[in-house]
């Protein structure tokens, strides 16, 4: 990896410059080499509020330099540059070849090239560190965040997980979804060859329509688009993930915001596998959203056959009405919550707060699966003394992780303090001047899309824990409840209403392999289920 890097000068800050690279069928595509200069130019009639300019056959993306110390942004900014994107040269269209090929590959193949992978990774792990402070230089999350990303790609990209959620993701009848993968499999079933052939058989006496067949089926692969987010950057390489293991020819677009994460994955696919079916088959670009000249190719009826989008309402909705005729999985922007019972009150306050807080952190409220309300069942003075010691938690956090609060999140904390929530209860904690983690009792509505997701909790006092379920739909991904026993007594009340998981308060970020998402196993959703 840090050999290619070298040879085409990528990866590399220079002046403020990062030259990205494409993968495209498994081909590296290099953007051609421009001034600082050019990219500042390209931005000064572009708005200082755009991230992304095209210009020519290059595409260029601006963020914002952050002070790694203060977590505040210093005025400075990186331009990544990267090439123009050909999107008909990405669809697929020669079937003989995907069927001779890619989808002939048995589980073992897909699982030793995983493992080539991992221990190209592991081979550049001095490279890859200076790719992870190369991030760092612009990135919203801590330090320890991105520090542990490396640690979390590791595990997702382990063979015996990877093989585990094959086996678990598209298992049917009893069998490992590997038998599926690997190719057809005798189904033992009684047939009915229809009533059809009965009566053919009264009025064609002689005709040899013979007995039901044995029904076979299999997983086929299928050509997938998937559009990530970057909320997370293990975003890109779960979708990524996911396409390998399901032997699938696939174009991934980067997000805003991670793409050095996705592209280093492509990166190492170059370098530990370069002719393998399922490199040549892969493809990771940018673009940007709301392109037509590449979502009118991408998007068009037939040009695949399976389109996983994850994202903000409007990306998804977006996505959505343009693609009737595909189907489209939608990972929806959802949020978590918290349900602290009564018991919490007087003497474990501090451990409910403690559990929380776990919840809370995730991804630095970012993930779906991040607390964002809390339903505190109490009266609201109760709720506040709850508040207050989760807010003094959260500043132990703050002040062992120093938070980054976008401008943006700040400004709606400012109005939300003053405007609506302003009679509500507020507990905030400020670092640098500014607002860097808080809870705030709210005891009447509130509107979900006024949450800012910047270490900010609600709490809603309830007389009962059964009060909040009117709240409860399918927007919420993770709800964590305190205590145990609460949780059982309301863990079908939850999940009816749309919740896709009902965990114990403080293990919301749990995961394993062939884990459900967002209620689905979403292999099961990336293959079609053929018979014959």
Sequence with gaps: MEKICCRYGLLSSDGGLVRIPFLAKGRLVVPPAISRQTAEDAFSSAGKDAVWVKSGNVQILREPVIERLTMRPTGEYIYQVMPGLNPGELVEKDFEKLAAELYQLQVSDVLSYIERITETLKKNIHFLTGAVELMRRTSEYPDCFLDNWLTSASFSLDSSSARQMIDSELAYRGLPGSRYLDGWV????????????????????????????????????????????????????ISTLRAVLTKSAAVIKLPYGAVIPGI?????????????????????????GGDEEIEGEFFRPGAFDRIVVWGSPRAVASVQSRVPFTRTICLNPRYGISLIGGQARPGNLEEAAARASLDVMIYNQKACTASLVHYFEGTRQQACEYARILSETLKKWDEAIPNFVPPEASGRVKRMRRGRYA??????????????SGVVVVPGEFDILDHPMCRMVVVKPVARLEDAL????????????????????????????????????????????GMPHDGMLVLGQLVEWKTC
């Design 186 to 237: 005798e189904v033992p079933a009684k047939t009915d060859n229809g009533w059809l052939t009965r009566q053919a058989q009264n009025m064609f006496p002689a005709g040899r329509f013979g007995m039901p067949q044995k029904p076979y089926v299999r997983a086929m692969p299928v050509r997938q688009l998937h559009i990530t987010a970057g909320n997370a950057p293990d975003v890109p390489l």
């Design 264 to 288: 280093l994955i492509a990166l190492a696919a170059v370098a530990a596998a370069p002719r393998h079916p399922i490199t040549r088959n892969l493809s990771m670009v940018y673009w940007q």
């Design 423 to 436: 009679g509500a209860n507020w507990y905030a904690n400020n670092a640098g001047g500014g607002f860097s």
């Design 470 to 513: 009117g709240d409860i739909n399918q927007f919420v991904s993770t709800a964590g409840v305190y205590p145990e026993g609460r949780r059982i007594e309301l863990l079908e009340k939850i999940a009816s209403r749309g919740v896709s998981s009902v965990l114990p308060l403080g293990q919301c970020e749990r995961v394993y392999p």
